[in-house]
Nanobody, 131 residues
Framework: QVQLLESGGGLVLAGDSLTLSCAAS????????MGWFRQAPGKEREREFV??????????YYADSVKGRFVISRDNAKNTVYLQMNKLKPDDTAVYYC??????????????????????WGKGTLVTVSS
């Protein structure tokens, strides 16, 4: 079992930066690929992929909409994965979730995952970007 807890969300202005954290419980965290997803508030649609990172942290993947602005990283000693968000836009407003499917080599496939494809989800943290 893995429990995930996101933090770091808040209200920022367009162009600002913000870093999200996802703290994981369980000794197996360092063996899992991890991902960040987001869901715009008030819209009934599945969460969309934002970024993913391999279990060792040496390979990263990004959605086109955030490539060049967001950076995903992890510290396995702290059981934490991060999402550094730069040059934020109003379109980035969403609840941000971290998630994992509990596998080691799957980060490259996170881009087309649906809600039911991931085994563990956090409760999310809200990021609001005002213009």
């Amino acid at each position: 079992q893995v429990q995930l807890l996101e933090s770091g969300g808040g209200l920022v202005l367009a162009g600002d930066s913000l870093t999200l954290s996802c703290a994981a419980s369980g000794r197996a965290f360092s063996n899992y690929a991890m991902g960040w997803f987001r869901q715009a508030p008030g819209k009934e649609r599945e969460r969309e992929f934002v970024a993913a990172i391999s279990w060792q942290g040496d390979t990263t993947y990004y959605a086109d909409s955030v490539k060049g602005r967001f950076v995903i990283s992890r510290d396995n000693a702290k059981n934490t994965v991060y999402l550094q968000m730069n040059k934020l836009k109003p379109d980035d407003t969403a609840v941000y979730y971290c998630a994992t499917d509990g596998l080691r080599f799957s980060a490259g496939s996170y881009y087309d995952r649906t809600d039911t494809d991931m085994d563990y989800w956090g409760k999310g943290t809200l990021v609001t970007v005002s213009s």
